[in-house]
C-alpha cells in the first residue's frame, strides 16, 4: 500500500513539475515598472460588487480627487453633544452646571510650543454649530479637512492623492476616506505613546 | 490523457471499470479499494459511518492535483472536502472560496516610515484574519525599530516591546514583498508556489514538501514554515477562507503574507491596511492610474528594500 502511495505521488510530482515549468515560462511579462507604466487606463473598481456597502455614514466631499468625486465619513454623528447650539443660547447658566458647559475636560495640545490655540481659532465665535477659517468663512463640521487645511496645506494635499489619511475598508468600489478628526483628535492631534498591541519573538532565520 | 481509449487493452481496462476513466481516477479507484481491503483487515469492518466518509474525503483529498492544475470542477470539489472535513474534524463552520483573480489588477503596497509608531496593530490583525499558529506565535509582519539614518532592518529592532514611538526612532515593517521575479519561487522544487496573474504570491499547501528552499532564498523574511500542527482557538477562528489564503495549514508546510486574498480579491483592504491606526499603510491597484498607490508612487520619494538583486518586490516605502 504503501508502494502505491509512494509511486503514485512521485508521478504526479514529475508531471506536474514538467507541466508547470511551461507554465511559468510562459506567464513571464515585463517588470512591474514597465507594468505600471503601461497601464494608464482607469480601473473599474465599481465593477467589484462586494464593495458596494459600506456600513458607515459618509459624506460627499466638497473637493475632487483625480478629477472625480469621493467621500468622507460623516463626523457630526459622533461629536457627542452636537448641535451646540442647544447649550450655546443667551440663556443663564446655574454655576454648579459650569462644569459641565464650560468643556473643563478638553486639554488644548494644538499648536506649536505656549502658543496653543484658543476655542474661537477653529470654532465660528457666532454659530457654535460650525467652524469657522482664518477669514471668517463657515464650515460644516463633515468637512473639518477644509479646516485643518489652511495650516496643513501639504498633508492636505498628501491626503486628497491618498499618500496620507487611509481608505475606509476598500481599496476598490467607490472611494471612501477618514476625515483629518477621524484619527486625529483636533483639540490634541498628535498621536500618542502607548504600549504595542503586541510584540514578536525572534526569526528562526 | 486516452480517454478516447483507441487501443485494444485500453479499451478493456475502461470496460473492467464500467466507465470512461482517466490514469488518475484510475489509480485513485485502485487505492482506494486498497485501503478498504486493509482497513477491514484489521479493523474488522466496524467502521462507523462518521469515519469511512473522513476516511473517504482524505483519500480523495490526496489524490488531488496542484492548484493550477485542476478545472473549476475540482477545484469546486476539493473545497466542498475541506469545508466537510473541518465538520467532521473540528465541528467548525467554515466556507472556503476559490475565488479567482481579476482581470487588470495587479496589487502593490507602500509603507510610509514616517509615519509608522510602532503600534503593532497591523501584527494583531494579521494573527486574527490568517489564522496564524497561536502556539508557535507565527506572525507574517516584522515592524523594526531603526535608528534615524538607518535604512537596513537587520540593523534594527524587531522583538521591541516598550511603549512606542521612542524619541529619536522610526518603525519599518517588512512581510512578504510579492516579488514579480521572486527568487522564493524559482527554488521550489515541487512547483508549490507561484505569483498569480494579480501579483499576489502564493503556495499550495497540499503541494508544499516541507523542504524550506524558497525560506532560504527569500532575502526578505517572507515566509513562514509550520515545524508543529498550529493551532488556532475554534473561537477565535476566521471562518472566511480562501484555498490558497488563510485555510488552516499543517504540519510540515510552509506559509506567508497572501495579501489577504480572501479580502483582496472582494475589493476589502488587507486586515494590516486596514487595522493601522496611523495610514502608514497605502495598498491598491497597480494598473489603475486613479489608484491612491499610483499616487505615492509618483509623488512621494519612495524606494524598494534590496532592490539591486532584482527580485522586483511590490513593496515600496516611502517617506511624507
Ligand atoms: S518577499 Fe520572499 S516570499 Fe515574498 S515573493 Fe519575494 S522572495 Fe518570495
Ligand atoms: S517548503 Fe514548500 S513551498 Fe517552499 S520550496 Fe519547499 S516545497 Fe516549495
Not at chain 1, 163 to 174: D, I, L, S, V
Not at chain 2, 261 to 273: D, E, H, I, N, S
Not at chain 2, 285 to 310: Q, W
Request: with cysteine; glycine share 8%.
Amino acid at each position: 500500500m504503501k508502494k502505491i502511495f509512494l509511486s503514485s505521488g512521485l508521478l504526479f510530482l514529475m508531471l506536474g513539475t514538467v507541466f508547470l515549468s511551461a507554465q511559468t515560462v510562459m506567464a513571464s511579462g515585463g517588470s512591474v515598472i514597465d507594468r505600471i507604466h503601461a497601464a494608464d487606463k482607469p480601473f473599474d473598481s465599481m465593477g467589484i460588487e462586494s464593495a458596494h456597502h459600506l456600513p458607515v455614514k459618509t459624506v460627499l466631499a466638497q473637493e475632487s480627487y483625480q478629477g472625480g468625486t469621493f467621500k468622507v465619513l460623516a463626523r457630526k454623528d459622533s461629536i457627542t453633544r452636537f448641535r451646540c447650539s442647544v447649550c450655546h443660547t443667551d440663556k443663564k447658566v446655574l454655576v454648579s452646571d459650569g462644569a459641565l458647559f464650560t468643556h473643563g475636560d478638553i486639554v488644548i495640545n494644538h499648536g506649536r510650543g505656549n502658543d496653543r490655540l484658543a476655542c474661537i481659532e477653529c470654532h465660528d465665535e457666532k454659530n457654535r454649530d460650525f467652524l469657522s477659517d482664518a477669514e471668517g468663512k463657515q464650515i460644516d463640521f463633515d468637512h473639518s479637512y477644509q479646516l485643518c487645511g489652511q495650516c496643513h496645506f501639504r498633508q492636505k494635499r498628501d491626503w486628497l492623492g491618498g499618500a496620507h489619511g487611509k481608505r475606509e475598508a476598500y481599496w476598490a468600489g467607490e472611494r471612501v476616506v477618514r476625515n483629518c478628526t477621524s484619527c486625529h483628535s483636533p483639540h490634541s492631534p498628535a498621536f500618542e505613546t502607548k504600549m504595542p498591541a503586541t510584540y514578536s519573538l525572534p526569526l528562526d532565520k | 490523457m486516452n480517454s478516447s481509449g483507441k487501443k485494444e487493452d485500453e479499451m478493456k481496462v475502461t470496460d473492467i471499470l464500467e466507465k470512461k476513466s482517466t490514469r488518475r481516477s484510475f489509480v485513485k479507484n485502485l487505492s482506494i479499494a486498497a485501503a478498504a481491503g486493509s482497513a477491514g483487515l484489521v479493523t474488522g469492518g466496524c467502521v462507523s459511518l462518521g469515519k469511512s466518509e473522513e476516511m473517504g474525503l482524505k483519500w480523495e483529498e490526496y489524490f488531488k492535483s496542484n492548484y493550477r492544475l485542476m478545472t473549476q470542477e475540482e477545484k469546486d470539489e476539493t473545497v466542498a472536502r475541506l469545508v466537510r472535513l473541518a465538520k467532521i474534524q473540528n465541528d467548525a463552520d467554515i466556507q472556503i472560496s476559490n475565488q479567482e483573480p481579476r482581470e487588470n489588477v495587479l496589487y502593490g503596497y507602500a509603507f510610509n516610515i514616517s509615519r509608522c509608531k510602532g503600534y503593532m496593530d497591523c501584527v494583531e490583525a494579521c494573527v486574527k484574519e490568517n489564522n496564524l499558529d497561536r502556539k508557535a506565535k507565527t506572525q507574517y509582519i516584522r515592524l523594526f525599530e531603526m535608528d534615524s539614518g538607518q535604512l537596513d532592518p537587520t540593523s534594527g529592532d524587531g522583538k521591541y516591546f516598550h511603549e512606542v514611538p521612542v524619541e529619536g526612532k522610526f518603525y519599518m515593517g517588512v512581510q512578504c514583498f510579492h516579488c514579480e521575479n521572486a527568487p522564493c519561487i524559482k527554488a521550489c522544487p515541487t512547483k508549490a508556489t507561484w505569483r498569480e496573474p494579480d501579483g499576489i504570491v502564493v503556495v499550495d499547501y497540499d503541494w508544499c514538501i516541507g523542504c524550506r528552499y524558497c525560506l532560504a532564498a527569500c532575502p526578505y523574511w517572507g515566509r513562514r514554515f509550520n515545524w508543529g500542527e498550529p493551532e488556532v482557538p475554534k473561537e477565535e477562528m476566521n471562518t472566511k477562507q480562501h484555498y490558497l489564503g488563510n485555510r488552516m495549514r499543517m504540519k510540515g508546510v510552509m506559509e506567508k503574507c497572501t495579501f489577504c486574498v480572501q479580502r483582496t480579491r472582494q475589493g476589502k483592504l488587507p486586515a494590516c491596511a486596514e487595522a493601522c491606526p496611523t495610514g502608514s499603510r497605502v495598498f491598491g491597484n497597480l494598473l489603475d492610474p486613479n489608484s491612491e498607490i499610483r499616487y505615492v508612487l509618483k509623488n512621494k520619494k519612495v524606494f524598494r528594500f534590496k532592490e539591486e538583486l532584482g527580485t522586483d518586490p511590490k513593496f515600496w516605502y516611502f517617506i511624507d
